[in-house]
T-cell receptor, first 110, second 111 residues
Framework: SQTIHQWPATLVQPVGSPLSLECTVEGTSNPNLYWYRQAAGRGLQLLFYSVGIGQISSEVPQNLSASRPQDRQFILSSKKLLLSDSGFYLC?????????FGQGTRLTVV | GDSVTQMEGPVTLSEEAFLTINCTYTATGYPSLFWYVQYPGEGLQLLLKATKADDKGSNKGFEATYRKETTSFHLEKGSVQVSDSAVYFCALSDQTEKLVFGKGMKLTVNP
């Protein structure tokens, strides 16, 4: 069966520090992969999506970047975190007509 | 670009009340439409889906019909339960397989 792993579950980072959130998928090949941010009052915002290795589409210009070094690995990064980067980050992958979500990472930038 | 607009909450209902959550979309072509639910303390999960016009998705007493003429996919349930308390997201998947979500609506059902 397909599973998706996302870690860490919670993270507290100081302003200006780097960020790396990792997401891996099992049980499928060549999935479409997504990073979303869920901010209070703003719902789910698509940040990046990828249809293949090395192929990244950015939906919202901001202080974050994404990479897909392997078929089933999707990484969300930042060189210097801002206070406004705080939020709940969700990784997801999609098959033909359905998406599967990780449990999310609660990031607090202090 | 593609977008999803859904009714915003929060909404509080009494048990056994009728529920409607409106959702309309803008997309090129013929997207697939979804409702996702996030129960307290859990990740998102698919509630129901429809892949073409006039399809009706249903699950756990919830229903939604893909209306191409009104570009809508409203979620309904005839009698809500306390266990239906959650955040509900309408979403679409376009031909590039990009997923776009609405802002979500928090539903609280009181006994």
């Amino acid at each position: 069966s397909q599973t998706i792993h996302q870690w860490p579950a919670t993270l507290v980072q100081p302003v200006g520090s780097p960020l790396s959130l990792e997401c891996t998928v099992e049980g499928t090949s060549n999935p479409n992969l997504y990073w979303y941010r869920q901010a209070a009052g703003r719902g789910l915002q698509l940040l990046f999506y990828s249809v293949g290795i090395g192929q990244i589409s950015s939906e919202v210009p901001q202080n974050l970047s994404a990479s897909r070094p392997q078929d089933r690995q999707f990484i969300l990064s930042s060189k210097k975190l801002l206070l406004s980067d705080s939020g709940f980050y969700l990784c997801a992958w999609s098959g033909d007509t359905e998406a599967f979500f990780g449990q999310g990472t609660r990031l607090t930038v202090v | 670009g593609d977008s999803v607009t859904q009714m915003e909450g929060p909404v509080t209902l009494s048990e056994e009340a009728f529920l409607t959550i409106n959702c309309t979309y803008t997309a090129t072509g013929y997207p697939s439409l979804f409702w996702y639910v996030q129960y307290p303390g859990e990740g998102l999960q698919l509630l129901l889906k429809a892949t073409k016009a006039d399809d009706k998705g249903s699950n756990k007493g919830f229903e939604a019909t893909y209306r191409k003429e009104t570009t809508s996919f409203h979620l309904e349930k005839g009698s809500v339960q306390v266990s239906d308390s959650a955040v509900y997201f309408c979403a679409l998947s376009d031909q590039t397989e990009k997923l776009v979500f609405g802002k979500g609506m928090k539903l609280t059902v009181n006994p």
